[in-house]
């Protein structure tokens, strides 16, 4: 008895082991693969949208202690930064929580509402010729005006990797493979705010100019 019965899985073994291999070509050709890859990779380009926000978020204290040393009367508006900086620094988007809107809408107001600190005192520092010709503050405005065109880029392949993964999640045939089998993912959230509202306006910085 205990012969007839280890001979007998190795049938049944065998035969799932041909049935896996058949499946697995098929499951692929049908697009079986095609939602978690395309989820990978919208989460791939949401991380990199991270990693610039917080770039620019570490340029802050030096350019904020460094307008300080020229125009501490503007404290409102180096305040603001601050404040704004922190607000927006609270606001944690995982991966895993892209398909929630009320934490990206949160993640995208925070965002925006440093661009618009920024962007007010970058309007300050024209008020101020040595502070324009300061070498440290010019540094930290090339880093800044780097950081700014690597967070437009990294905001327009992840706009383009959730269109691709939210089409997958709408169309045939991988519609299919959502309704059957992955029934838990749901559309991930992606930008509403323009982007040139996102980015810091570019100021001349030349030291020809008057204040």
Known sequence: MQVRAFTGVKPRRAFAVLLLAL???????????TIPTNEEQAKAAWSEVLNQYQRRADLIPNLVETVKGYAAQEREVLEGVVEARARATQVQVTPEMLQDPEAFKAFQDGQAGLTGALSRLLAVVEN???????????????QL????????????????????????LRTLPTMIWAKLWFTDNQPYQTFTIPEEQMRVPQVDFGTNQGG
């Open 128 to 142: 101020y010729p040595d502070l324009k010709s300061n070498q440290n503050f010019l540094a930290l405005q090339a």
């Open 145 to 168: 005006e780097g950081t700014e065109n690597r967070v437009a880029v990294a905001r327009r392949d992840y706009i383009e990797a959730v269109r691709v993964y939210n089409t997958s």
């Open 23 to 33: 499946l697995v070509p098929l499951l692929s050709g049908c697009g079986f693969n």
